[in-house]
T-cell receptor, first 109, second 113 residues
């Protein structure tokens, strides 16, 4: 199975940058995903990393280091609408996806 | 609008009752999943189906059953509900079980008293 750790909460100011870290231990690694979930809504896909390095998608970037079992999601130019939970998810060798408990990001004006 | 539809949106249920949560997708995705989400624990996989006619157990399958008679429908049944099954249930689908992007339904909030 997987053991996935990410901070519970983070607060940042509008226009700033926030980095959400995720560490994991898994029996066979087959990709890492980040999802965004606004309160009371369904999770939506943000990014996917399977090789080491940085994947950039607009204001959001995701980084992966497989040797360290580490990823981060970088949110730049924060907007109020970015207030949400961010879920780190790891896929194992059997393609099962396991989620971390999520990091609630609060953006303040 | 294409996507995943779950029903009911919300339900209060007496302990011991049988309950089926419905999930239908119109994206012709092969793989479907049921997760429960509890505060502080995140999303946990209950059951999954890689293709119509097959199902598998996830991380927390006890007390739940599923069926996949066709591509579109993936109902989740609680045979005899218990209070610990109070949770928000999300159905999801993906093009294949190898594909990483899951598409989630809006969730079903279940309270067992």
């Amino acid at each position: 199975g997987q053991n996935i750790d990410q901070p519970t909460e983070m607060t940042a100011t509008e226009g700033a940058i926030v980095q959400i870290n995720c560490t994991y231990q898994t029996s066979g690694f087959n990709g890492l995903f980040w999802y965004q979930q606004h309160a009371g809504e369904a999770p939506t896909f943000l990014s996917y990393n399977v090789l080491d390095g940085l994947e950039e998608k607009g204001r959001f970037s995701s980084f992966l280091s497989r040797s360290k079992g580490y990823s981060y999601l970088l949110l730049k130019e924060l907007q109020m609408k970015d207030s949400a939970s961010y879920l780190c998810a790891v896929r194992d060798r059997d393609y099962k996806l396991s989620f971390g408990a999520g990091t609630t990001v609060t953006v303040r004006a | 609008i294409a996507g995943i539809t779950q029903a009911p949106t919300s339900q209060i249920l007496a302990a011991g009752r049988r309950m089926t949560l419905r999930c239908t997708q119109d994206m012709r995705h092969n793989a479907m999943y049921w997760y429960r989400q509890d505060l502080g624990l995140g999303l946990r996989l209950i059951h999954y189906s890689n293709t119509a006619g097959t199902t598998g157990k996830g991380e927390v399958p006890d007390g739940y059953s599923v069926s996949r008679a066709n591509t579109d429908d993936f109902p989740l049944t609680l045979a005899s509900a218990v209070p610990s099954q109070t949770s928000v249930y999300f159905c999801a689908s993906s093009d294949s079980y190898e594909a990483g992007e899951l598409f989630f339904g809006e969730g079903s909030r279940l309270t067992v008293l």
